[in-house]
């Protein structure tokens, strides 16, 4: 059986500081901080000077190393610190926060003999074993894509909006006025297994001192920031984590793990005049069918990297483009400039991709709900104001089965392993799901007047997070820790 007959199936052929860290702010006072004089320089501004001050002024036995946590000791050996007599000592401190607190209110850099340096101590700066048990392996037989949404507003859902800096308007759909929270407590079981439930520091540790990234369009952008609040909400505020906008990139580090988590801007995969990460709306789409040599230059580095692509090609029924001489343009029915899109991005995972220390996913389409009528016949809608996924079996006229046909031959010749992430019908079910009139368009919120008129201004392409593309990552989640516990 084929995915082309039964849009479900996985082609068989894809199987699955400790550094001190001087000022690095903002970061609580208390048991784990060690507060140290040591020879050195440092530039104090803002906020970051009164919490210098404070901690001085506080922390009275700070000519001592102060408490040790538990995981202090990863840190090796510390510099000591030179002990005056006990008397001495608040005489010292008074001093040294004079002379501090006179410089800041200068606004002055400072170098010097001593300075004031906080430093974390940190259960993970080291390397720890992660264990898998066998409630979070998937059982042999089991297709993590066939199943149905269970609603379960006990444990979901994983993380809260508010809670998560880093998601764009696009997708804030609560902040953004959706009156209902409904979408975020579906859970997505499948018929033969459970799924582990997603340990963001599983998931870090899996990454340590690697590279995820996320390759595709706005869809698979949805996919990346749900990853990144999905890490981030399991690893107490303390720990640094920081997110780069390096276009077409976008790069979310957390440093004691030396992990990031990656998105790169390409909807078409193959290189195209709409691979500017911002000005990218164009009249007329135009691919360079032959070539990925411009994104394949971000991509080698990578340790795992998850591809989609797949709206940006239905925008119309034809396309232009070249192949081979760019200066010979015509005209390409939409699913034969796929394929040939799509074999072009093979013949460079064969020959580019080193199986033994990278990882390949393909995430088949993302579908839309455009039309009412499909799932509620006599009706003229569309996504807006459902609240509910679609019961029993569905299949939209928006998602293609010839181009999921086009991914399985293709990726079928691969020598090289990709495992595809057949995300489809499992995404089907979701018609709630979606931003609605909640989100954005060209950049800026709906008005008050384009939220009035649904027909015209919904968005039943994109998703609201929490949401759907948490379930696509809590497999990608599984497959990956499977992988992790068959490599030990």
Not at 387 to 408: A, F
Request: charged fraction near 25%; glycine fraction near 6%; proline fraction near 5%.
């Amino acid at each position: 059986m084929t995915w082309t007959e039964s849009a479900l199936m996985i082609s068989p052929l894809s199987r699955l500081a400790s550094s001190n860290e001087s000022l690095l702010l903002p970061a609580p006072v208390g048991p784990d901080i060690t507060t140290t004089f040591c020879r050195s320089s440092l530039f104090f501004d803002g906020a970051a000077e009164q919490e210098v001050a404070k901690s001085l002024l506080v922390r009275r036995n700070g000519c001592t190393e102060g408490r040790r946590s538990g995981a202090s000791a990863a840190y090796g050996k510390r510099r000591q610190l030179i002990r005056r007599p006990p008397t001495l000592k608040p005489l010292i401190i008074f001093g040294a926060a004079r002379v501090i607190l006179d410089n800041l209110k200068n606004n002055l850099s400072w170098s010097g003999d001593w300075i004031f340096e906080i430093t974390r101590h940190s259960k993970y700066t080291v390397r720890v074993p992660i264990e898998v048990s066998e409630e979070e392996t998937i059982e042999d037989g089991c297709n993590v894509f066939e199943g149905k949404w269970v609603w379960d507003n006990a444990s979901y859902p994983l993380y809260r909006e508010e809670t998560c800096p880093f998601l764009v308007k696009q997708t804030t759909c609560l902040k953004n006025g959706r009156p209902d929270s409904f979408y975020q407590n579906w859970r997505w079981q499948p018929n033969s297994c459970n799924l582990p439930r997603f340990d963001g520091v599983k998931l870090l540790e899996m990454l340590r001192d690697k590279r995820l990234m996320f390759v595709g369009d706005s869809v698979q952008r949805s996919m990346f920031e749900s990853m990144v609040c999905l890490a981030q909400s399991a690893i107490p505020n303390d720990v640094k984590r920081s997110l780069r906008r390096i276009p077409p990139r976008k790069v979310f580090k957390v440093e004691e793990f030396n992990a990031t988590i990656e998105y790169y801007w390409a909807p078409f995969i193959i290189e195209s005049i709409s691979d500017h990460a911002t000005n990218h709306t164009v009249l007329k789409r135009l691919v360079r069918l032959d070539s990925v040599a411009k994104h394949s230059r971000e991509w080698e580095g990578a340790d795992i990297l998850i591809f989609e692509s797949y709206v940006w090609w239905m925008y119309k029924p034809t396309i232009n483009a070249t192949y081979g001489s760019i200066d010979n343009i015509q005209e390409y029915n939409v699913t034969t400039a796929y394929r040939l899109a799509l074999e072009t991005w093979a013949n460079w995972i064969d020959s580019s991709i080193n199986p033994q220390t990278q990882k390949i996913f393909f995430a088949t389409m993302s579908p839309t709900h455009l039309w009412s009528w499909e799932w509620k016949p006599g009706t003229d809608g569309n996504c807006f104001n459902e609240t509910r996924p679609i019961e029993g079996s569905y299949w939209g006229t928006g998602s293609s089965l010839d181009i999921m046909g086009i991914v399985e031959d293709v990726l079928g010749q691969l020598r090289t392993k990709v495992t595809v992430l057949n995300i489809t019908q499992l995404s089907e079910y979701r018609k709630d799901g979606h931003t609605s009139v909640y989100g954005e368009r060209k950049g800026k919120l709906l008005t008050k007047e384009q939220r009035s008129d649904p027909k015209n201004y919904a968005d039943c392409i994109h998703w609201c997070l929490p949401g759907v593309p948490d379930a696509w990552n809590e497999i990608l989640y599984a497959l990956l820790l499977q992988d992790y516990r068959g490599q030990r």
